[in-house]
């Protein structure tokens, strides 16, 4: 099988349900989360713990998930559940318990580590405000924008774990 199809030289490219324009904007929020999974599976290389190597499986996943709702074009049809939200939620605050409370505005750029989190987490932002653009356009799983705004609130708190660990 040939990786080319030539099906997409003429600005065209397929949702799961049909085929849109590459500048629709269910396009622009799954490329950007994309690029947000690229980044979180690059920071995988850059941690020890397992733990944490395990949370970015289980976030590049919930980005996949993400996706693949964005993808389905149907607002009955949702794959963000609340256990999702809620897992994020638990790994925060575990996460938090090591850390002083943050009383200034910090730059997560002490170590390689922390600034490739950094970068995962500004791309997750990105796509969280294409989300929001494209839930203006089309309701969206309430979910899904909770999810991620959690994912990026969780890379925020490993950045900081990770610059106070190095």
Known sequence: MKIYTKRGDTGQTDLLSKRVDKADLRIAVNGAIDEAMAFILMCKHHVNDET????????????????????LDDEQQTVITADMVTWIEGRIDDLDKRL???????????????????????????AERELITLNKERPLNPLTLGLINRISDYLFTLGRIVEMSH
């Open 52 to 71: 944490i190597v395990h949370d970015l499986d289980q976030l590049h996943g919930f980005l996949f998930s993400t996706a693949h709702e964005i993808a």
């Open 100 to 126: 002083e409370p943050l009383t200034r505005f910090i730059r997560l750029d002490g170590n390689k580590t922390a600034s490739w989190i950094n970068l995962a987490r500004v791309t997750v932002r990105r």
